[in-house]
């Protein structure tokens, strides 16, 4: 439900105002240095960030965010800022298939002790190999930055001819990259190779590779609001937009009429079926895009979040669409209320379906984190089970890939619980879209679903959702 700035990957270099580096690493970039090279600033900070990710497993939301700013993009403006994060972004999303690159023109390793050596030359590969900026520019930044650092300065030359090779290499680096060899971590792509077989998950991968579409659910007439934001209507009622408009300057956010959600995303809630009057519990509730459809449909909605600053974004985002929800922080693990009709659980998970949206997700997650929040998700769906009247619904939900976070969480529950049944989605349900409804009667959407052949009107999140009963 944020309202981020959007820009394209392929993206202009541009002649800015002076700009002057923030704390990224850099104790000795002069400022006089970088007021003479525009750009230099973005690249630095670009190059730091991509180490606080991939090196620090900080998330790339948390990196951008407006209390990350002073630590490492202090002193850029907002163009900058959107510069250092598409560099970042793309470098991320074929982090694999750059680093193959990388290894294949240079003589010997890095050294390791060099901290920003190898994500200037990522930062770098990334403009050169995925973005409209000038090779010249992408290079000369890097060679400078390299030079900044005293520990790196020794390598300026090396930095030098690796990225002009690299940038003469383009077209057969690019024409060999592989979305699911390369750019998928290897223990996802054995993982998906394993759950899915070998097409459907270089289907998946290669969708990864995308910009993610932006799609927003409107309180009502889709149609409608298609056509004043130059929109589509998917088959799911969701509206597909192609702007590269900042969302705050669209017609209908400030008036509070639609707000961004995954179409996939915009599915479970529906599942519920909600009316007015009814009182359904929402376990995981911020920043709120699923508490809306609930809250716009009349129903009387509770927002449970345990994260205090996620439900005063819900807060801000009910309050511009003029919604309304009792918000609870809490942990729903010692969540005590009186019994509710409905409730929709969309448990924090590995986030394996987001991936096109968030490419950080790939770099920072671990095989072993499957299990660690299967067990969390478990925990939450007994819960949920117990808040539940009897005959009352709940829909279980996770923007993930993995069965152990989906199908596998509903089929151990039945087995524990003959309190809950199966209530099984129905195609219609869900806007007709092929392929999404797995033989349980469980969804399943899947980030190389709804294709195109636009990539900007291509795909959904990756999402599952089970419909379950509790017996009268
Ligand atoms: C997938 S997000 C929810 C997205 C939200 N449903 C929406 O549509 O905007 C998962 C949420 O679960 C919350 N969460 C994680 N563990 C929790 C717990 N034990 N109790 C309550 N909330 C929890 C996180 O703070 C996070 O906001």
Redesign the pocket.
């Known amino acids: 439900?944020n309202a981020p700035p959007r820009r394209p990957d392929r993206q202009r270099n541009r002649k800015g105002a002076l700009n002057r580096p923030g704390q990224s690493g850099y104790a000795d970039a002069s400022r006089l240095e970088a007021e003479q090279h525009p750009g230099l600033p973005a690249r630095i900070a670009a190059a730091a960030i991509l180490n606080d990710i991939v090196g620090k497993s900080h998330s790339l939301e948390e990196c951008f965010s407006p209390g990350a700013i002073p630590a490492r993009l202090g002193g850029l403006d907002a163009r900058d800022v959107a510069l250092a994060r598409s560099i970042v972004t793309v470098a991320l999303r074929r982090l694999g298939t750059i680093r193959a690159a990388l290894g294949e023109l240079l003589d010997k390793a890095l050294p390791r002790q060099v901290s920003y050596l190898e994500w200037t030359l990522i930062a770098a590969a990334a403009q050169i190999l995925f973005l409209d900026v000038p090779d010249h520019a992408a290079v000369d930044l890097a060679v400078r930055a390299t030079r900044l650092e005293t520990k790196s300065a020794p390598f300026a030359g090396v930095v030098n001819g690796v990225l002009r090779n690299l940038a003469r290499g383009r077209d057969q680096i690019l024409a060999k990259s592989d979305p699911l060899d390369d750019d998928t971590p290897p223990w996802l792509a054995a993982r998906w190779r394993k759950i899915y077989g070998e097409a459907l998950a270089r289907a998946i991968a290669s969708a990864n590779r995308d910009e993610p579409t932006l799609d927003v659910t409107v309180k009502s007439d889709p149609a409608l609001w298609a056509e004043r934001l130059g929109g589509v209507v998917l088959p799911t009622g969701s509206v597909r937009l192609t702007t590269h408009a900042a969302i705050t300057e669209l017609p209908g956010y400030a008036d509070g009429e639609w707000w961004v959600q995954d179409a996939a995303?915009a599915l479970p809630a529906r599942l519920l079926d909600p009316s007015p009057g009814m009182r359904i519990a929402?376990?995981?509730?911020?920043?709120?895009?699923?508490?809306a459809q609930l809250a716009a449909a009349g129903a009387t909605v509770t927002a449970?979040?345990?994260?205090a600053e996620?439900l005063k974004r819900l807060a801000a985002n009910f309050a511009r669409l003029n919604l309304h929800a009792d918000i609870i922080v809490?942990?729903?693990?010692g969540l005590k209320a009186p019994p509710f009709d409905a409730v929709l659980l969309?448990a924090?998970c590995l986030a394996t379906g987001t991936i096109r949206r968030h490419p950080d997700i790939a770099w920072i997650k671990k095989a072993t984190d499957v299990a660690t929040l299967a067990a969390v998700q478990s925990r939450m769906l007994d819960k949920a089970v117990e808040l539940v009247k009897p005959g009352g619904v709940i829909v279980y939900c996770t923007?993930s890939l993995e069965p152990e976070e989906g199908e596998l969480q509903i089929s151990a529950l039945l087995r524990r619980n003959p309190d809950v049944l199966r209530s099984p989605i129905l195609p219609g349900e869900v806007g007709e879209v092929a392929g999404v409804i797995n033989q349980n009667g469980e969804l399943r959407t899947l980030p190389s679903h709804l294709p195109a052949d636009d990539p900007r009107l291509s795909g959904l999140d990756g999402f599952f959702a089970a419909r379950l009963m509790r017996r009268g």
Not at 304 to 307: E, L, Q, T, V
């Open positions: 439900m995303a929402d376990f995981c509730a911020a920043p709120g895009g699923k508490a449970i979040d345990r994260s996620r809490a942990d729903i693990a969309d924090p923007c």
